[in-house]
C-alpha cells in the first residue's frame, strides 16, 4: 500500500511553511533517515527526513510552494513491492488545526505540541493522554489500528522518537488508543491594517514565515499579558574588570568571554535566587521551574530567534561562551534543531552594542519575564557618597504581572545587579 508524505509540523507554532526545496525526485529510492526536503517553517529552514522506505511514485507539492498547511500530502511513496507506476498520487487536504497551547518562545518551557493536523482520509491523528502529539509514521498507525494498539504506550525508534513501522511490529496487544479530544475553535483573527502608500514610490516585501510568527506573537503578548516594567542601573566596573583576568586565563584556550555571556549566568543566578520569578501562567495553575533555561535573543536576517542556554546558573561562563556562540552562529545559518530554540523559561535581550541606554521588551509568551539591557557607558555615579565617573548600564526587566507580583520582580532586578556589581558570585 502506497504512503502519503505530509507536510509536517516542525515546530509547535507551525500551521503552514514553505517547501523550499526537493533533495529527491520521482524514481528515487529512500530509506527512512534521508533527507528528502528542505522546509521553511515559522523559526528556521529545517532538513525533512523520511521515516519509511520506498520508492518516490509521485511529488504533489512543487518546491518554492508558499503557505503549505500542515498535514498537506506533498508525495507518495511506493513501498516494497508496489510498482510506482501503478500508484496514484495520494489525495486529501490539511484539517483546520487545532487551537495550540500558547509557546514560549518561540522561543520555549517544554511547550505542549500542537496536534499534527491529519489528512481527510487518514486514520485519526493519535493523541497521548497528556495531550502531546504522538509522531508515528502512516504505516505504523495503519498496523497499530489493525493490532488494536495503544500508540501512547510505544516508545518510537525512528527520528526525534517517532514510531516506525518495526516498534509496533514487536509491540505486544493492548488497549485501545485514546479518543482526541475535540480541538478547540481558533480564535479570531484582527482583520489587518489595510497598507495605503500615499503615492509614494516603494517597494514589496513579502513576508517570511518567521515575521508572520513574529508579528502573530508579540501582538498577542502585548495585548494578553498585563506588562509590568522594573528598571536599575548597575555599576559595570567591577564586571569588566573580571572579564578582562578571566579572558587573559582563558586565552590559550582560545576562548573570549563577551559581557552578554557574564549577563546570561547573572540572569539565571538571579532566576535561582528569586524563584518566585522563575515561572510561567498557565490558566489556572503556576508552573515553577527548579532550574534556569535562559532564551537569548538573536538577531538573523528574516527576524529574531532566541536559542536556549539551558540551565545557565549552573555552567562556567566559559561554557555558556561557548555554547551561545555555536548557538548564534547556526542560528544565522538556519540550522539550529527545535529544541535548541524551544523551551526556555526566561529571556535576555540586549542591544547595547547598537548604542541603546534602555528598552522594555515584549515578554516571549509562555514565559514569565525578559531582560533587557541597554549599553553600558560613562555616567556621573554617587560612589561612597561622592560623585564619580562610572561604567554603569540600565537594565528593564518586563515581568507577567499574572504571575510575578511586582515586589518579588523587584527582588530579581536587586539580585540580577548584586550578581553584576559583585560578580565574583559568577564563578563561585
Known amino acids: 500500500m502506497s504512503i502519503a508524505i505530509k507536510m509536517p509540523a516542525l515546530s509547535p507554532t507551525m500551521e503552514e511553511g514553505t517547501l523550499a526545496k526537493w533533495l529527491v525526485k520521482v524514481g528515487d529510492q529512500v530509506s527512512a533517515g534521508d533527507i528528502m526536503a528542505e522546509i521553511e517553517t515559522d523559526k528556521a529552514t529545517m532538513e525533512f527526513e523520511a521515516v519509511d522506505e520506498g520508492v518516490i511514485a509521485h511529488i504533489s507539492v512543487d518546491e518554492g510552494t508558499e503557505g503549505v498547511k500542515v498535514g498537506t500530502v506533498i508525495a507518495t511513496l511506493a513501498e516494497e513491492g508496489e510498482d510506482p507506476a501503478d500508484v496514484q498520487p495520494a489525495s486529501g487536504e490539511a484539517s483546520a488545526p487545532a487551537a495550540a497551547p500558547k509557546e514560549e518562545a518561540a522561543p520555549a518551557p517544554a511547550p505542549t505540541p500542537a496536534p499534527a493536523p491529519a489528512a481527510a482520509s487518514a486514520p485519526p491523528q493519535a493523541v497521548a493522554p497528556s495531550g502531546d502529539r504522538i509522531i508515528a509514521s502512516p504505516l505504523a498507525k495503519r498496523i497499530a489500528a489493525d493490532k488494536g494498539l495503544d500508540l501512547s504506550a510505544i516508545k518510537g525508534s525512528g527520528p526525534n522518537g517517532r514510531i516506525v513501522k518495526a516498534d509496533v511490529e514487536n509491540?505486544?496487544?493492548?488497549?485501545?488508543?485514546?479518543?482526541?479530544?475535540p480541538a478547540a475553535a481558533p480564535a479570531p483573527a484582527a482583520a489587518p491594517v489595510e497598507a495605503q502608500d500615499f503615492g509614494i514610490p516603494?517597494?514589496?516585501?513579502?513576508?517570511?514565515?518567521?515575521?508572520?510568527?513574529?508579528?502573530?506573537?508579540?501582538?498577542?503578548?502585548?495585548q494578553q499579558v498585563p506588562h509590568i516594567y522594573l528598571t536599575v542601573d548597575i555599576r559595570l566596573d567591577a564586571l569588566l574588570k573580571l572579564r578582562g583576568e578571566l579572558n587573559a586565563a582563558l586565552e590559550p584556550q582560545g576562548v573570549k568571554l563577551s559581557v552578554n555571556d557574564l549577563l546570561i549566568k547573572a540572569l539565571a543566578k538571579a532566576l535561582v535566587a528569586v524563584p518566585s520569578c522563575n515561572v510561567q501562567f498557565a490558566g489556572d495553575k503556576l508552573l515553577k521551574f527548579t532550574r534556569a533555561d535562559v532564551s537569548v535573543a538573536v538577531s538573523i536576517p528574516s527576524g529574531l530567534i532566541t536559542p536556549i542556554i539551558k540551565d545557565a546558573g549552573s555552567k562556567a561562563i566559559s561554557a555558556i561562551s561557548t555554547e551561545m556562540k555555536d548557538l548564534a552562529g547556526r542560528a544565522r545559518e538556519g540550522k539550529l534543531q527545535p529544541e535548541e530554540y524551544q523551551g526556555g523559561t526566561a529571556s535576555l535581550s540586549n542591544m547595547g552594542m547598537f548604542g541603546i541606554k534602555q528598552f522594555e521588551a515584549i515578554i516571549n509568551p509562555p514565559q514569565g519575564m525578559i531582560m533587557a539591557i541597554g549599553a553600558g557607558e560613562k555616567r556621573p555615579y554617587v560612589v561612597d557618597d561622592a560623585l564619580q565617573i562610572a561604567t554603569v548600564m540600565s537594565a528593564t526587566g518586563s515581568f507577567d504581572h499574572r504571575a510575578i507580583d511586582g515586589a518579588d520582580g523587584a527582588a530579581l532586578m536587586k539580585a540580577f545587579k548584586e550578581y553584576c556589581e559583585a560578580p565574583l558570585g559568577l564563578v563561585a
Open 171 to 181: 509491540a505486544k496487544p493492548g488497549a485501545a488508543a485514546p479518543a482526541e479530544a
Open 202 to 222: 516603494h517597494e514589496e516585501e513579502k513576508l517570511s514565515n518567521m515575521r508572520k510568527t513574529i508579528a502573530r506573537r508579540l501582538s498577542e503578548s502585548k
